[in-house]
């Protein structure tokens, strides 16, 4: 089955270390997204890539760094300078261009730095 | 980033009863979508809309693309218990969020 796929579901950290969140889709999709959500709040765009080897700053991109070697993968660090990284965390995709650009969900990542 | 302004909030219903809750931009949109999270989970696509003045549905949902293209409205008709979750809308533009509706639903 197609889909998106954020591992682990639960991570735990300590503060001062750098973490990396795992997003893998196999939609062949072109653009791939980073939110995070706080309790009780709405998602907030960290970067995005279009295509490969590109990506943009979003929203909230600061103490957070990606990469885009793949068109499959869009991983997501947390780097020490992000200053309340405790969060869950969402990847989305879509297919780049055309009238059909729904986004879809991976099923999230709660990190929780201790 | 557009803005997104997205409510109520939040919504206590009885089972039975129709919900119905808006986003409203200053900018305008090529596309609107409509989402469901429940707890702990990625948001789930509800209805995607297309053209101004779309109306869709699916299922016991509504939802229509407002015709200055700046506006959108989801509507759930006869809430059951399983309705629970925060909805978000999306502006496609630049794939920002609505800051959610929280619908809860008492048997």
């Known amino acids: 089955d197609g889909g998106i796929t954020q591992s682990p579901k639960y991570l735990f950290r300590k503060e001062g270390q750098n973490v990396t969140l795992s997003c893998e889709q196999n939609?062949?999709?072109?653009?791939m997204y980073w939110y995070r959500q706080d309790p009780g709040q709405g998602l907030r765009l960290i970067y995005y890539?279009?295509?490969?080897?590109?990506?943009q700053k979003g929203d909230i991109a600061e103490g957070y760094s990606v990469s885009r070697e793949k068109k499959e993968s869009f991983p997501l660090t947390v780097t020490s300078a992000q200053k309340n990284p405790t969060a869950f965390y969402l990847c989305?995709?879509?297919?780049?261009?055309?009238?059909?650009?729904?986004?879809?969900f991976g099923p999230g990542t709660r990190l929780t730095v201790l | 980033g557009q803005q997104l302004n997205q409510s109520p909030q939040s919504m206590f219903i009885q089972e039975g009863e129709d919900v119905s809750m808006n986003c409203t931009s200053s900018?305008?949109?090529?596309?609107w979508l409509w989402y469901k999270q429940d707890p702990g989970e990625g948001p789930v696509l509800l209805i995607a809309?297309?053209?101004?003045?779309e109306l869709t549905s699916n299922g016991r949902l509504t939802a229509q693309f407002g015709i200055t293209r700046k506006d959108s409205f989801l509507n759930i008709s006869a809430s059951i218990p399983s309705d629970v979750g925060i909805y978000f809308c999306?502006?496609?533009?630049?794939?920002?969020f609505g800051a959610g509706t929280r619908l809860t639903v008492k048997p």
């Open positions: 890539s279009q295509i490969v080897n590109d990506f």
């Open positions: 999306a502006g496609h533009n630049d794939m920002r």
């Open positions: 900018s305008i949109f090529n596309t």
């Open positions: 939609l062949n999709h072109d653009a």
């Open positions: 809309l297309y053209k101004a003045g």
């Open positions: 989305a995709s879509t297919k780049a261009g055309g009238p059909n650009n729904e986004q879809f």
